[in-house]
T-cell receptor
């Protein structure tokens, strides 16, 4: 089983749509959780951290369910500029003091006019 | 936020040659830097953890004699791909760990094509 699994995608949605990404992780010792965004041929950029209580940043809402080892990202009112690959990332405390980042394969989102 | 640079941004080399990629933290000191590799439509895979002043720690399946890592200063780590083969063609990304924020900051990546 892969350490971090995501919806395969791609997701093709019209502008203004709401889109949800799902992610599961296998290591229950994982400590921190993130969503990154990666544009084509670019480095990943941190979109937001994910907390157990759920957190929101504008049109983006992230949620974490530790019991089921599940993470989600919801994008409301999607914009053309949201088109990118969204990476689910997990950090454990099992590889040195800072832990390793484990990346999912990513889900590609295309927002169409 | 913290800035990390990589050089070169892309490189084409012939099979059998060696290529050096530099990763620099521009406005902070990083005792730890990470090297990742990403093949098309695949996830970023950690190759090795580079620690300033000591030997790098390689992930399982990554040949340490092929991918030489040197972290000679607190702002520079280098990855040398030795005797490159076409299957080494990939997107190589480094990140630098900013201890005060407990965050990794990524470089812009280096696209390597081996012909």
């Amino acid at each position: 089983r892969k350490e971090v699994e995501q919806d395969p995608g791609p997701f093709n949605v019209p502008e203004g749509a709401t889109v949800a990404f799902n992610c599961t992780y296998s290591n229950s010792a994982s400590q921190s959780f993130f969503w990154y965004r990666q544009d084509c041929r670019k480095e990943p950029k941190l979109l937001m951290s994910v907390y157990s209580s759920g957190n929101e940043d504008g049109r983006f809402t992230a949620q974490l369910n530790r019991a089921s080892q599940y993470i989600s990202l919801l994008i409301r009112d999607s914009k053309l500029s949201d088109s990118a690959t969204y990476l689910c990332v997990v950090k454990g405390n099992y590889g040195g003091s800072q832990g390793n980042l484990i990346f999912g394969k990513g889900t590609k989102l295309s927002v169409k006019p | 936020g913290a800035v990390v640079s990589q050089h070169p941004s892309w490189v084409i080399c012939k099979s059998g040659t060696s290529v050096k990629i530099e990763c620099r933290s521009l406005d902070f000191q990083a005792t730890t830097m990470f090297w990742y590799r990403q093949f098309p439509k695949q996830s970023l895979m950690l190759m090795a953890t580079s620690n300033e002043g000591s030997k790098a720690t390689y992930e399982q399946g990554v040949e340490k004699d092929k991918f030489l890592i040197n972290h000679a200063s607190l702002t520079l780590s280098t990855l040398t791909v030795t005797s490159a083969h076409p299957e080494d063609s990939s997107f190589y990304i480094c990140s630098a760990f900013l201890r005060t924020e407990r965050e990794q900051y990524f470089g812009p990546g280096t696209r390597l094509t081996v012909t």
